[in-house]
């Protein structure tokens, strides 16, 4: 369909999401590529693809081109607070921290 070139996976996004950056919606891609393998062995099973879609690659900003705009999107911004939680922690009141993620490998 796109043979997982950076042209094709632009074809087939969402318009409405101008502001993703393309080193993660690469990924996501490939992600849903490997969940359609033809042969069910070659499948991720959930366990590994909860795993793969939470260690998302850093971005390469030395890279140009990297993302579809250049707007940091709210995801990106969400997980660069997780990259440094103590800097988080700092930053909110108390009463006002969030819990720490759950671990979604162990359901």
Sequence with gaps: MTDSI???VLKVLD??????PLHE?????????LCVEEQAVERPTMREVVQILTELPKSQSSKQGDSITTEPSPHSASAAAHDSPSSAAKDAPKDQQQPPP????SI
């Excluded at 318009?15 to 993703?20: E, K």
């Excluded at 759950?102 to 490998?105: A, G, I, N």
């Design 6 to 8: 950076k042209e094709g």
């Design 15 to 20: 318009p409405r999401l101008p502001s993703v």
């Design 25 to 33: 919606v690469m990924h996501v891609f490939y992600v849903a590529m």
């Design 102 to 105: 759950t671990d979604l490998l």
